[in-house]
Structure formats: structure tokens, C-alpha cells
């Protein structure tokens, strides 16, 4: 700016000043043609013309010259107008890069998974970032108990399975509700195929000589048909309960499994009992793990796997042009749920053994002559369900985004299934949305509110919209936080989540309380270690399983709860408001606020930091206590039979090795990086979503084994799949079984080491030794 003025000053004392000439040249299709900018008065070129262009070299190096006294003509004027003009101009560029440089986005090694207790506050012309725990206060002041009592009233409704009329109009309140907090809204919908109840109403059941019963409730998806068979009672029908009782010799071909509820799916105990050829399948709630129900019906679905069967791995959209298909994980042997009354006469009635002493009680296992009759006769039908979206978005990166969800139909009242799930939801959507339009808050990403329709079959409208946008939603969606089934109870706290979340969870814990009290969630349900207290594994029947299994989102789940295995009342009749209000000691209101607390401290922290908060080396852990159990159960079937397992462990091991090492030096470059623009973080972020992602096997359809993810999915492919098979390998010799193991084990690991080199970066910098 000095040179500036001292050039104006220049100019209007006369004094000689100097002139600059630019040659540019250009070479377009063979066009050598030159361009000129000569800036100059009438007298340099009177004085100097002939001599300007010898100076001027092609590489456009200036000269200067020095010309005659400066004349005051009205030419002269005209230029010194000009000249001014430009110099004013260049002076307010070099100002606006200045100021450029000042406000230049912030590093983002401060906005990593380390969750400082004083966040250093940073702006960004995009994105002026709010104080943390002015952001928090903000969200907590807008929820209050009142809102959510009058939101579980406007969606209470006494009939709203999927794809009926109250099913539609929950969707135009969601929809209504949205739209009134300045949301953008849409919906989608999908034509699926679900199992209803009989036309007479019930299915029925003949134990021994008895009177036929009518059982009201129902397994959608099951086969249908009439079967007869002896009763085996196989505990909670896990893969361990079935080994126990061919341990002993027992024949199951063609038996009927009398089994509890709890522990697994639905689903997965039919599949189990399938596997042992079993004709058909009966579960109850046993009193051990439930309050007496006494003729209390369940209903459920038994489809080993979500969204529509009828379509899998793609969505049911009424374009859909596919030949008939169904899914793999359609079961093909009978399924019934029968009331605690019913199976606790068929239980005191059984002959045979006595039951494993690992299961506890003391009833028989069953013999050939405690024969059942079991008759199923669902009726398939077709609806048309919806899907409601709203959504906030965000200031600097738009197109990615945090996904909260809750299904909103039910098979009975389902009061603490989806209506409480709803209202939270629409009351986070209320209360984020103010915290944006009234306190000024910014989100860097987006954030999406779902409403799901045909949760109770299987996650069938979340499924549905999963594959209808499969190819995107795994890179731009960054997290799923369900909010299905979040007050049961009020003595525990239960989370199940993708392991990159469990550092945000934590801390999560140690700031929200519920209302009233100065404790944190963390010190009141997780005194001892948090993650034995508190941490659970994800469910298949989760409605956040399809999410980090399927479409590989990281995702979490958490409710509060009671000593029960699950609430009994879910998939019942009695799926009530009071019901939930007696379990919960009439707090559920304070219980949902300090839900909506939970899920929306996690959204907001994901939406307001620049980097993402997912700690990558919870994952190390994981693959390596898996990677060690395989290697101790290789070690056994070595020893017990030599020579059946040729190929080196050693190859896993350096899989999982290459994992931690990328994981590291990726925190490392962030904690160490100084980095200067938005868009290294959105680079460094884009390299924290790709782990879930790359977790899913590429090996394996979607079709055939929707959950692909190695880790945390289900089937032959996963490594939880490597150690069961290794348990049958240790009495069973086929060749063809082992060299389905190796062939498994070689593609597992290579998908883990797939993941390193892809959390490492560039091809070109990776070192492949690693």
C-alpha cells in the first residue's frame, strides 16, 4: 500500500514514472497469435514506441522504462483516471486475500475423537461453530416433559399395523409435524409382501389327545401347512442348546422344538431348528425370564433377514421389474407362537430325558410320544407402505448426514414399540430445528428424521429405502441412531452400537442425566465399567442391524430397560400406555426426555465438529480378540484331527496387523496435521466412513447373505462364522466342508486387509508390507 500512495503521489506532482508491457501469447489449434496490454501515454509512444516489443521476452517477464515529463493534457487526465482505478483495485484485492487469510477455515486436529472439556471455538465463513456446552444447554432447555406427553397422545392410535389406514395417518402427522418446523419433506413408498394372521383368525394347535387350541398370535413368514411330530424342548434354540442335544444322540428329524423366547430372533431359532430338520417350531415366554402372561399372544416374523423377502437385495418399488424371487432367509418349516399357559401344560406333560444341567429346571426333554399337531395358514398379501422424511441441513457439508429413525406401526397398540419412538423423534425434530432458526446454530452436515412404516415385519420400510439407495447412502449417510423401543423400563441402560461409536457414547453418557438429577447416565448405569454395564451386542432383529450390516452405516441402538430379557409386551396385545407406565414407575415421560437427550447430544456432536467423532481403534480390538479365538480353535482341531487344516494363520494375522497400523497413522496425521481448509477434513472424514463400508465382504451377494459385514453381520462369511464352523469341524471330517472353511477364511481375511489399504488412503503411498 506504501508503493501506492507513493505512485499516486507520482502521478500528481509530475514526476516520471514507468509503465509495465504483457505479451501474452497463445496457442490454440496453431493459432500463433500475440495479445498485447500496453499501459502508457500518448507521449511514450511518441518517445519510445519502437523499442517497447525488444524488451518483452515470450516468457512475459516485465520491464520497466522511463519516459518524458508527465504533460497535463486532457488525454494524461483521462489515464491518471484509469491508472488510479486499477491501483484502487489491486488495493482491494490484496485487502480481501488478507482478510481471506484471517477467517481461512481452522485446523480440524483440535475437532478430534478426543472430546476436549473446553472446546476451542472456531468459525468459519460457512459455518460459525457454537460453543459446545452452549449448543447442549440450547437442545436441553427447548425438551420438556409436556411436549412429550402431548406428542404420545397425537401419536397414540388403537389400530396401526403397516400399510393400514392408522398407519397413513400417523405418516401425514409426521409429515404435517415437519413441515410446520421449516423442514424440507418427502416421502417414499414401497409395494411389499407380508404374512397376515388367517382368515378364521388363528392358527391352532393338538397337543397328544387334547382339544385342539386357536393360537391368535402369529409368526409372519412362516410356511404354512399342517404337521405332525414329537415335541423336543430345546431351550432358547441357540446353535450351543442344538449341540447339547446331539451331544446326547437325540434324533431331531422331524421334531417339533417347543423353545423360550429371548436371547436370539425369532428368526434365528427357526433357522436353527431347520438346520437339525426339525418339521416345525413353537416359542413361548417362559416365567423364568417374563411375568406370567398367561394367554398373552405373540406375534413376530421369523424372516432370517429384513425388508421385503419378496424382493431381496433390491426395493420394492411399483417399477420394480423383476422375475419372481424370495429371500434366502425364508424359513421352510412351520412356525407358531403359543401363550405361556399352553406351553406350560405341553412342558409338565413331557417324558424322555432330563434336561442339560447348563439349562436349569427340571422338566423332560420329550419323547416319540408327546406328539403335537401344528396347522399354519397365513394369508401373503401386498400393501403399500410409507416412508416420512424431514430434514435440517447442513452449512458446509450438505450432502452428508446422520440418520433418526423410529418406525411408527405396530401390530397391537404398540404404545412402547413405536408411538414413544415417534414422539421422540417429532420432538427432537421440533427442538433441533428451534436451537437452528432461534440460537443461531449451524450444522456442518445434515441431519435426516425418518419415519419408518412396516417396522414389525422385519424392518421392512427402513430395508426398503436402504436398498432402493444403496449405492449413495453408504458414502454420504455417516450414522444411524434408531430410537425403536427406547423406554422399557427404568433400572437399566442398555447401548448396542457399531464399535467406531463406543468413545462417542461414553462420553455421551457422562454429560446426559435424566431430569431432576445431577448424575450422569455413566455413573448411574455404569459404575463399575461401562462397557460390561451398559454395552450389548447388536440384535438381528434390531432395527439398526440393517443399517451397519447391510449398507455398512455405522449405527446405535439403546434403550432403558428392566431385569427382563426383553419388555414383555413387545409383538402383544397389551402393549399399553399403562403398561409401560407400571413398568416404568410411571416416570416413561422423564425416561423419554432423557432419551431424546441421549440421541440428540449424539446427532448434534456429529453435525457440529469438523471431524467426525468415531474412534477407528475400537475396531482393532474386535478383530483381534476374533482373530485370536479362531487360532485357538484351529489349534484344537489340529490336535484332534492332524493335517485337516494345511493353510497359515499367519496370514490373518498380518491382515488384522495392517488394520491397527492404518487405523494409527491415520489418528496420528489428524492429531499432527495443521491443516489449513474444510476440505482436508471433509478428505480425513471421507476415510473415517469408508471403515464400516469396507467391512462388508465383497465376496458374498446381497441377495443371498444381505449381512455382509465380516464383523458384525451374519453367516459363513463373517468371522464369527469361521469360529462355529471350526466348532463343527472338531467332530465332523468332510472334505468338502473343510475346504468351504478355507475358502471362507481366505476371503475374510482379505476383506480386512481390503480395509486397511483403503483406511490408509492413496494406493501410491501404501505400503504393502504392512
Known sequence: MDQARSTISKIFNGEPHSYTRFNLTQNMEGDNSQVEMKLSSDADEEVGGNGVGSHLSHNGNPKSYTNSKFGRTPKNLCFM?????????IGYLIGYLVHGKKDSPPSCAEASVQFPDAPVVHETGAAPIMNWDTLKNALAQKLSASNFKSAFSDFSHSNHRAGSSGDATLGEKVVKKFTEYGMKTWTDEHFVKVQDPPRSGANKIIFKNGNEERQDGFLSYSANGRVQGAVLYAHYGQESDFRLLRDRNINMSGRVML????????????????KMKASAVLIYQDPTDYPPQGTNQLFGHVHLGSGDPYTPGFPSFNHTQFPPAQSSGLPSILAQTISTRTATNILRQLEGQNVPEEWGGFNKLGSETDVVTVEVNNVLTEKKIYNVFGVIEGFVDADRYVVIGAHRDAWGPGFAASTVGTGVLVELARSISNVVKKDGFKPRRSIVFASWSAGEYGSVGATEWLEGYLSSLSMKAFSYINLDGIVTGHSGFKVSASPLMHTLIEHTLKEVSLQNKAVPLLSQFGKNNWQTDVLEPMQMDNAAYPFIAFSGIPSVSFRFTSGYLDY????????TQENLISATSNQHVKLAEAAAKFAGHMA??????????MDLLKYEKVIRSQVIQINGKVDTV???????????????????GSYSRAARNLMNDIQNSDLGDVEMCRIYNDRIMSVERNFLSAYV??????????????GPHTLKGLS????????????????????QFALATWTIQGCAKALAGDIWPYDDDM
Open 638 to 656: 489340529r490336535r484332534m484331527q492332524p493335517n485337516i487344516l494345511p493353510m497359515s494363520m499367519q496370514w490373518l494375522f498380518s491382515a488384522a
Open 701 to 714: 451377494s446381497a441377495k443371498e447373505s444381505p449381512f455382509r459385514h465380516i464383523l458384525l453381520g451374519s
Open 81 to 89: 483516471v484509469a491508472t488510479i482505478l486499477l491501483i484502487l483495485f
Open 568 to 575: 414383555p409386551h413387545f409383538g402383544t396385545s397389551q402393549d
Open 604 to 613: 448434534l456432536r456429529l453435525v457440529h465438529d469438523h471431524l467426525l467423532p
Open 724 to 743: 462355529s464352523h471350526l466348532d463343527a469341524l472338531r467332530t465332523d471330517r468332510p472334505q468338502d466342508t473343510t475346504d468351504e472353511f478355507r475358502n
Open 259 to 274: 423353545i423360550r423366547a429371548g436371547l436370539i430372533s425369532f428368526a434365528e431359532k427357526v433357522a436353527n431348528a431347520a
